[in-house]
């Protein structure tokens, strides 16, 4: 039974570029949700598909967008990169935004440079 | 205000001692969850333990059990027979069923380090 996967592992990118980061959930998950965790810092939330629709949001600005395909699959999308965006992207799975689940892949490091 | 107070930035522990990891919540939501998360330098995120708010009885899991005292909000994991590889960074996370949606709010994390 695969857990969280995501990918790439790591990525560098240069400043003002765009990434597109890549999350399969859990086996029998239906619910994405992405965070940022910059270095010495906790994970903060950036947002939760389900169904394909984004359901809730954090303090993030417009630049952070996502998607979710049928197969409840995601991605990150981040625009016109910014040194700041450089952290661990995590993604986390569940079955529902209430599950008492709550499974994370190995994460994607970001550098910009 | 923070939601998530975990005062400990390090720990260290003897290998074979038991440890524990102090987080205290602020929620007025009746419905939340509390979840303790393992992060070890490689930095997945690794699901470690669950306390429902409510939940009877305190969690366990194996070696690790969460110490859950509602009226004091506090919810403290507690490794036993500590092992060499439980060094990592703990971060103890709340989800609130009504207030938040379901996001998870973590702590700022404690550095365990156990020494042999």
């Known amino acids: 039974d695969a857990g969280v996967t995501q990918s790439p592992t790591h990525l560098i990118k240069t400043r003002g570029q765009q990434v597109t980061l890549r999350c399969s959930p859990k086996?029998?998950?239906?619910?994405v949700s992405w965070y940022q965790q910059a270095l010495g810092q906790e994970p903060q939330f950036i947002f939760q598909?389900?169904?394909?629709?984004?359901?809730q949001r954090g303090n993030f600005p417009d630049r952070f967008s996502g998607h979710q395909f049928p197969n409840y699959s995601s991605e990150l999308n981040v625009n016109a990169l910014l040194l700041g965006d450089s952290a661990l992207y995590l993604c986390?799975?569940?079955?529902?935004?209430?599950?008492?689940?709550?499974?994370f892949g190995q994460g994607t490091r970001l550098t910009v440079v | 205000a923070q939601k998530i107070t975990q005062t400990q930035p390090g720990m260290f522990v003897q290998e074979k001692e038991a440890v524990t990891l102090d987080c205290t919540y602020d929620t007025s939501d009746p419905s939340y969850g509390l979840f303790w998360y393992k992060q070890p330098s490689s930095g997945e995120m690794i699901f470690l333990i669950y306390?429902?708010?409510?939940?009877?009885q305190n969690a366990t899991e194996g070696r690790y059990s969460l110490n859950f005292q509602k009226a004091r909000k506090s919810a403290n994991l507690v490794i036993s027979a500590s092992q060499l590889g439980d060094s990592a960074m703990y971060f103890c996370?709340?989800?609130?069923?009504?207030?938040?949606?379901?996001?998870?709010?973590f702590g700022q994390g404690t550095e365990l380090s156990v020494k042999p």
């Open positions: 306390q429902g708010s409510y939940d009877q």
């Open positions: 986390a799975s569940s079955l529902g935004s209430q599950n008492t689940e709550a499974f």
């Open positions: 996370a709340m989800r609130e069923v009504y207030n938040q949606g379901g996001k998870l709010i």
């Open positions: 086996s029998g998950h239906d619910t």
């Open positions: 598909y389900y169904e394909e629709e984004e359901r």
